[in-house]
């Protein structure tokens, strides 16, 4: 039988309209909140003069942990650490929180991208 | 502060440029007009400003994880514009040709948003202030030119061996795209604790650090992480093998019917 042309397209099209609908639904799930029940230990963070206060947070090992991280300075800063996995920017004058951890005991450096040289810190799970 | 700036700026370019280049060798391996380009950066940098002039108050939202559940959904708005793209391109390249170009500059112009807005942020600490800005201007063009001349190079590298082995290496450089896409999304997610944290699948960070020039030219072409949590590389592997399932399926499909 001869065939249309639209014929032809029809079967890898749909296929291909349902692959991306069902991953609509599957990642739609993702927005599920999963915040646990627990309440998380928070620290204080403060970012002064292109500083960190304190430069040493002490924390609980193997625990999820919540930064409040506040900038002070007329200029936005960027949290940035390779160990945390963590990058986030904090505007002029305001205040963001940041989830870390759970981590394995340990040294965890972070910084200010946008003032590397004196922006410097590190987190210590213990 | 020449340097900071080089560096800053160099990161960031380097970020969105080696992904704008892979995505223009794909379309050019795929015999698209190129002319989608522009805009696509005009709404990369019309989304950046906009971002980063809101950002005072996206940060705010959903409890101060604003950024974050922006950054995620903007980040799966590409990865699923990417696959209906897919869609329509390889079941006929001729048809939907609006469709099609409406998904490139979406996924494109998406891509370098963030990037771009950092860029301005960065800036914007500057501006109105008696010294610096001259400095940290020229320090961000240094940063861009490099930035830009890698990815050029990794453009024609690509254009280059495409010409060979075009559709197998075509397909590799969409999924890994599409998996990194993904990935950094449920990083985000993770990061506003939306997701389950958890603790890292493996940890490279001896051999292969982040913060060393090799780890971040990976970390910006294929998402490279020394310490990746379960979400981020089942992301990663999902969303790739995805687009490959997809791509494989739909090419199939057309051998068969043509």
Known sequence: MCKIPDEKLGAPIYAGVFAVLTNLIFFSFLFVPMASIAATPEFALEIREHLFYP??????????????????????????SYGLNREKVIMEHSKTVIFIGPLAPGEYPFFGEFNPKTAQGKVIAK | MLLTAVIVVLREVLEGALLLSVLLALSRH???????????????????????????????????????????????????????????????????????FFLMILVVGLAVTREISEIILYLSGYVGKENGLATVLVG???????????????????????????????????????GNILSQATLMLIQADWLSAQGAVWDSSRWLPEDAIFGQLLYAVIGYEATPSWWQVSAYFGGMSLVWLLVYSLDRGKRRDG
């Not at chain 1, 947070?57 to 942990?65: M, S, Y």
């Not at chain 2, 959903?62 to 995620?72: K, L, P, R, S």
């Open chain 2, 140 to 178: 961000g063009c240094i940063g861009a030119g490099i930035g830009l001349s890698l990815s050029i190079i990794l453009y024609y590298t690509l254009t280059y061996f495409l010409a060979y082995r075009a559709e197998l290496l075509a397909n590799i450089l969409l999924g890994i795209f599409s």
């Open chain 1, 55 to 80: 430069a040493e947070i002490i924390v609980p090992a193997n625990t999820k942990v919540k930064l409040i991280v506040t900038n002070q300075d007329n200029a936005p800063e960027e949290f940035e």
């Open chain 2, 30 to 100: 795929a015999d698209m007009k190129m002319f989608w380009v522009i805009p696509a950066m005009i709404l990369g940098f019309v989304g950046a400003a906009l971002y980063a002039s809101n950002l005072n108050h996206i940060s705010e939202w959903f409890d101060y994880v604003g950024q974050e559940v922006i950054n995620a959904a903007l980040q799966i708005t590409i990865f699923l514009a990417l696959l209906l793209f897919l869609v329509l391109h390889r079941a006929d390249k001729n048809r939907w040709l609006m469709a099609q």
